[in-house]
């Protein structure tokens, strides 16, 4: 089994869980969704990175360090991991290989409010630069070059956009249930 999660197994057969194809037939169940389209993933991207960055707003910085429940990744580390996902899209785009490292690491210390607003910033800036310029000529039919299988520009992007959802709302649970803060909607 790789060394990377999710992963759906049965028997001694297994599937990455990013791969829905592979899970589909993994499971016996026809995988014939459409995804939504890059411009509707893009607009529901551009909504959970600016809800993340006024989550960050809400956050004590003496929160920063505090672990995730059963989990051992900071509420720092989850800000980054969020606004790591898009921007692992656009180094893909500009040619970075992932090299089969499915985490990014950054080399500089993101334990304050002020990195992490910095580098979701940077990373709001640099996507919506490739959508106004080189991802304006995508093929979104190409494979992307990933370590969890062979799916699509589009599926790949489509992936960056649901696991960003996924932390952006577990941020949103941190927030309201775990510190009882309130937050506009």
Not at 47 to 75: G, H, W
Not at 97 to 108: D, I, K
Not at 118 to 133: E, N
Request: proline share 6%.
């Amino acid at each position: 089994l790789p060394d990377h999660v999710p992963i759906v197994r049965r028997g001694e057969e297994w599937a990455d869980g990013k791969d829905l194809a592979a899970v589909s037939e993994l499971i016996g169940v026809d995988h014939d969704a459409e995804p939504l389209s890059v411009e509707e993933l893009r607009d529901r991207l551009y909504v959970m990175l600016d809800a993340t960055q006024c989550f960050l707003e809400s956050l004590p910085e003496s929160e920063l360090k505090t672990e995730i429940p059963n989990r051992p990744r900071s509420y720092a580390d989850l800000i980054q991991h969020i606004f790591t996902l898009p921007d692992v899209f656009i180094m893909h785009e500009a040619g970075v290989p992932m090299g089969g490292v499915p985490r990014m690491e950054h080399g500089w210390n993101h334990l304050s409010k002020v990195a992490l607003s910095t580098y979701g910033s940077s990373v709001q800036g640099r996507l919506t630069d490739w959508f106004d310029g080189p991802g304006r000529f995508c093929d979104w039919s190409e494979i992307a070059d990933v370590f969890w299988g062979t799916p699509t520009k589009h599926e790949f992007f489509e992936r960056t956009t649901w696991h960003t959802g996924q932390h952006t709302r577990q941020l949103q649970w941190i927030l309201t249930e775990e510190l009882g803060i309130e937050i506009e909607e």
